[in-house]
């Protein structure tokens, strides 16, 4: 079964620092990869999805993910942070293959905190 | 507006209620899903209907009984809940289950208190 690890429960960073938040996977066969938002009190947002047509992706909201297949990872980056970034960030992973194939596997989230 | 509904919002219960959560999709989807969100730990997948049959019962406790009247709408029956089923249910759709990049679509969620 797949597991996917967000490592970093909280990161902190301050307003107008760059955001990087990681993400771990299992699978031995490349997969289709999704980032999502939690802002509070709602529901989780797509912020963007990774295919493997390509090594970097661009999201909404001004946030990009690179896949480096060969660590198994994916980081979720922003240049510069914004107050309205402060939110739970999900990692989560399609399988590719097996009994569970099409099936998301979510990261244990990172709360992200943007201070002024 | 994410295309995904949920009502009620905000729940409030005793556990020898029955009470039943709503989730309507506007996006044309054949996959609907039920999650439960709570506090400190990962988001759990509870039930997933496609094409209105349902497809997988992540081990739920009978007193969550779910319902795909058709594939626009699902429920979540709830009766004789217990405090620590309290969490945010979260209510997905996607255009079908099993789909490889299959993207799956949130609802805003329905807070429920168990008191």
């Known amino acids: 079964a797949q597991s996917v690890t967000q490592l970093g429960s909280h990161v902190s960073v301050s307003e107008g620092a760059l955001v990087l938040l990681r993400c771990n996977y299992s699978?031995?066969?490349?997969?289709?990869l999704f980032w999502y938002v939690q802002y509070p009190n709602q529901g989780l947002q797509l912020l963007l999805k990774?295919?493997?047509?390509?090594?970097l992706v661009k999201g909404i909201n001004g946030f990009e993910a690179e896949f480096k297949k060969s660590e198994t990872s994916s980081h979720l980056t922003k240049p510069s942070a914004h107050m309205s970034d402060a939110a739970e960030y999900f990692c989560?992973?399609?399988?590719?293959?097996?009994?569970?194939?099409?099936?998301?596997?979510f990261g244990q989230g990172t709360i992200l905190t943007v201070h002024p | 507006e994410t295309g995904v509904t949920q009502t009620p919002r905000h729940l409030v219960m005793g556990m020898t209620n029955k009470k039943s959560l709503k989730c309507e999709q506007h996006?044309?989807?054949?996959?609907m899903y039920w999650y439960k969100q709570s506090a400190k730990k990962p988001l759990e997948l509870m039930f997933v209907?496609?094409?209105?049959?349902?497809?997988e019962n992540n081990s739920v406790p009978s007193r969550f009984s779910p319902e795909c009247p058709n594939s626009s709408h699902l429920f979540l029956h709830l009766h004789t809940l217990q405090p620590e089923d309290s969490a945010l249910y979260l209510c997905?759709?996607?255009?079908?289950?099993?789909?490889?990049?299959?993207?799956?679509?949130f609802g805003e969620g329905s807070w429920l208190t168990v008191v």
């Open positions: 699978s031995s066969v490349p997969p289709y």
């Open positions: 990774y295919t493997s047509a390509a090594t």
């Open positions: 997905a759709s996607s255009r079908r289950q099993g789909a490889q990049g299959n993207t799956i679509y």
């Open positions: 989560a992973v399609s399988d590719a293959s097996g009994t569970s194939y099409g099936k998301l596997t």
């Open positions: 996006l044309g989807h054949n996959a």
């Open positions: 209907y496609n094409f209105k049959e349902q497809t």
